[in-house]
């Protein structure tokens, strides 16, 4: 069993479409997996909107899971970071329910990529941090990107604070959309790459192509990613 986490560099770094792209490469390759959205703000729906966009990359179906809320185990209403979501609903984020979920999750799947809230800095309660939880769990990390301005600070400042904390980041997903200059896109990729060795994480990049469509979203090789030793199988 594999339980992998995805975050941004911010929020709309392209998350949900990377979440999305490398659950149904696994399911390609024959993998039993199945993703969670950590916690959704912004929804009024009892399954959160990224799970929904997850499973447009395959053919839209939701999965028992998903309609019995392990997929989705908590949705807040007002768009906003989750610690102030929750509080405006009298609540606060329940970290069991997540775990209890995922547990749940890890028992019936060999593979769940975990789709975080914004960026590791983002507070789940007003006094822990999802880098906070993340730590205490040390699940291997991919970090979603881009070129576009702004993205390097975001990106080494994000690097940093895993490295600190001992979080293992498994390598980047290099989202090209929006587009930028290509000489800005060649160099942050390059950069990125320097700075995963340079902070011990393996030099391992995908490059996320613009998908306007994701049930028609090209094949991505996800190889680099999955082989990662905590990943791979015995």
Known sequence: MSTIFITGIDTDSGKSYA????????????????????????????????????RSFINGTLLPEDLNGL???QIFKFPASPHLA??????TVDINTIDN????????????????????????????????????????T?????????????????????????????????????????????DSKTLFIEYLKKFNFPPALVELPFIKNPAQAPDIDFSILKNYPLLTKP
């Open 19 to 54: 979440t999305g792209m490398f659950w149904r490469y696994l399911k390609q390759n024959g993998e039993h997996a199945i993703t969670q959205k950590l916690i959704q703000t912004g929804c009024h729906d009892p399954i959160a909107e990224d799970i929904i966009t997850h």
């Open 142 to 186: 991919i970090v979603v990107s881009s070129g576009r301005l702004g993205s390097i600070n975001h990106t080494l400042l994000t690097l940093e604070v895993a490295a600190r904390r001992n979080i293992p980041v498994i390598g980047i997903i290099y989202n090209l959309h929006p587009a930028a200059d290509p000489q800005i896109t060649a």
């Open 86 to 91: 929750a509080s405006l609903e009298n609540s």
């Open 71 to 73: 997929t989705s185990p």
């Open 101 to 140: 979920a995922t547990a749940k999750l890890t028992e019936q799947f060999e593979y769940v990529l975990i789709e975080g809230a914004g960026g590791l800095n983002v507070p789940l309660q007003r006094d822990l941090l999802t880098a906070d939880w993340l730590e205490a769990r040390r699940y291997p």
